[in-house]
């Protein structure tokens, strides 16, 4: 798990993972707001500091609208944007080489179907020695147990679950 005490923003990176038009648009829209506000005030914060910012997309086949990132997502130019083609970006992109290029060894993790590809993110960089932070309120399942349960006692033994909130002041105080 993460140190809460220390957040190196030189070898730190945020991952938005599936924050598609077709993903979101199974939530209600006070979800998806919720989602994506909260996401974009965690990527403003993290740029702030030098962090980069990194958008994961699930493209299995053709690109459709439902596959684009959502419109009231901010991407800034020049931010990396990968297509996966499974739930984890390990296992069909270079994110891994990218990040190691850069002497990233933290990830903050938020992302879209928490029982999936947060979930599956989580395991393989856990596997990959990467120190990892779950924003509970970044994420999201359509099934409210299954979140609670996943953010309250299996994503714990591999990732430190703060919310939004409590990274955004742990990262003001680096």
Same mark, same amino acid.
């Given at each position: 798990?993460? #140190?809460? &005490?220390?957040?190196?923003?030189?070898?730190?990176?945020? !991952?938005?993972?599936?924050?598609?038009?077709?993903?979101?648009?199974?939530?209600?829209? +006070?979800? +998806?707001?919720?989602?994506? @506000?909260?996401?974009?005030?965690?990527?403003? &914060? %993290?740029?702030?500091?030098? !962090?980069? /910012? !990194?958008?994961?997309?699930?493209?299995?086949?053709?690109?459709?609208? $439902?596959?684009?990132?959502?419109?009231?997502?901010?991407?800034?130019?020049?931010?990396? /944007?990968?297509?996966?083609?499974? @739930?984890?970006? =390990? @296992?069909?992109? $270079? *994110?891994?080489?990218? *990040?190691?290029?850069?002497?990233?060894?933290?990830?903050?993790?938020?992302?879209?179907?928490?029982?999936?590809?947060?979930? @599956?993110?989580?395991?393989?960089?856990?596997?990959?020695?990467?120190?990892?932070?779950?924003?509970? #309120?970044?994420?999201? +399942?359509? $099934? +409210?147990?299954?979140?609670?349960?996943?953010? %309250?006692?299996?994503?714990?033994?591999?990732?430190? /679950?703060?919310? &939004?909130?409590? =990274?955004?002041?742990? *990262? &003001?105080?680096?």
């Amino acid at each position: 798990m993460a #140190d809460t &005490a220390l957040i190196d923003r030189n070898k730190t990176a945020v !991952i938005i993972i599936d924050f598609q038009v077709g993903s979101l648009g199974f939530f209600p829209k +006070e979800i +998806e707001d919720g989602l994506i @506000s909260r996401a974009n005030q965690v990527s403003a &914060a %993290a740029r702030q500091k030098g !962090i980069p /910012v !990194i958008f994961l997309r699930f493209q299995k086949a053709e690109r459709t609208p $439902d596959t684009e990132l959502h419109p009231q997502l901010v991407v800034q130019s020049g931010e990396l /944007v990968l297509a996966k083609k499974k @739930s984890s970006p =390990f @296992s069909t992109t $270079d *994110l891994d080489e990218r *990040l190691k290029k850069q002497g990233i060894n933290t990830l903050v993790i938020l992302g879209v179907y928490t029982g999936g590809a947060v979930l @599956s993110t989580v395991k393989w960089a856990a596997e990959m020695d990467y120190q990892m932070f779950v924003l509970s #309120d970044c994420c999201a +399942e359509r $099934d +409210e147990e299954v979140q609670r349960v996943l953010m %309250a006692k299996v994503l714990t033994h591999k990732t430190t /679950v703060l919310t &939004a909130k409590s =990274f955004l002041e742990l *990262l &003001a105080g680096s």
